[in-house]
């Protein structure tokens, strides 16, 4: 039976990690399962900040640099999140990929759910990112990422040429401090429960059904 009012799920992610997008199909099948609403609300969060908008180099470039470890087994380390990726059904293009900065792409979240579209901002983005090869540090292409969605371009540009949306960034990120949150995905249930990483659906699906019970109606004893 179904709950009263949704669950609210708050999630910190990053629209350059892998595991993020990973983590939101294997949430959704949880929640497609699931008898009872769930509200998703994104939040920002930058693994890499100090990444410059035009990174020279692939993605096994970087993650060697980032982490510190030999190309040949960062490249060893994407094949196998590539394999992951496509369990869900996803078609990650490391070859493709443009890594850069993300500031200005959670800026565009934010625009997005100043419109009522966050969520499928998010989606659009991933899916740019991983499997289209798009340079979402650009801010042409994030608009016509918008435009795309059905949001106004130049609305969507000026926002982010403005940098009207930073401080709801950095609030997001402020907030994940607070929290300890120091990784992504992670995935707040009713502000109480908390889920880090990609887990499995039915991980997701027990914290989903432990918040329903919780929050049902407790039966009156016999009279």
Known sequence: MSSAAPIKVDIWSDIACPWCFIGK???????????GDVEVEYHS?????????????????????HKGIPTDRAQGMLDNVRGIAASVGLAYDFEAMHHTNTVK???LIHFAKSKGMQVDMKERLLQAYFEDGRHLGRLDVLADVAAEAGLDRAEA??????GEFLPSVRADQEQARAFGINGVPF???EGKYGVSGAQDPATFANVL????AEAAPQPTGAE
């Open 209 to 212: 059904e432990t918040v329903a």
């Open 157 to 162: 540009l000026a926002a982010l040429e403005s």
């Open 45 to 65: 969060f930058e693994l890499s900040p100090d990444t410059p908008v035009d990174f020279e180099g692939n993605e096994a470039e970087f993650l060697a640099v």
């Open 25 to 35: 199909r294997k949430f959704e099948k949880a929640v497609d399962a699931f008898d």
């Open 187 to 189: 995935f707040v249930f």
């Open 105 to 107: 792409a959670h800026e």
